[in-house]
């Protein structure tokens, strides 16, 4: 079963909800939608419902959701899960690797692993973030 939830579960919806408060101006929006992603993200029980690292729904999409929030977050400190986050991620990269390896592409594939961890790393913006309404541009 493949997990379904950063796209168009808690963490997408509250990153969503967070671009829309601060184009707004909406302050009670954005802490609303910070608080929302912060209790996701210290609820173990939606937590597993990640199974595998891709970008599409999967780790990578999680950290990378997290980390574009934590950089615009002004309420709550969700930049404090992504150590742990990055970890399953890395982890979840072992524990889930198909027969003849992965695909390349960035939604489901090492391309967007890649390209996620890339951004980790450096500190940095893409503009497959914006794509994804992940990072503003």
Do not use: K, N
Not at 10 to 38: F, K, N, S, V, Y
């Amino acid at each position: 079963m493949t997990s379904r939830r950063t796209c168009y579960g808690t963490p997408g919806l509250a990153r969503a909800q967070q671009l829309a408060a601060i184009a707004l101006a909406d302050t009670t929006r954005q802490e609303r939608a910070e608080a929302a992603l912060a209790s996701c993200l210290g609820d173990p029980t939606q937590l597993t419902r990640f199974i595998d690292p891709m970008l599409c729904h999967g780790w990578a999409g999680l950290v990378s959701t997290v980390h574009r929030a934590a950089a615009d977050a002004r309420f709550h400190p969700i930049g404090a899960h992504l150590p742990a986050l990055i970890d399953h991620l890395l982890h979840s990269l072992d524990m889930t690797e198909p027969a003849g390896g992965r695909p390349p592409g960035l939604i489901e594939g090492t391309a967007g692993i890649a390209a996620v961890l890339h951004s980790l790393a450096t500190d940095s913006t893409a503009s497959w973030e914006a794509a994804l309404l992940l990072g503003r541009t």
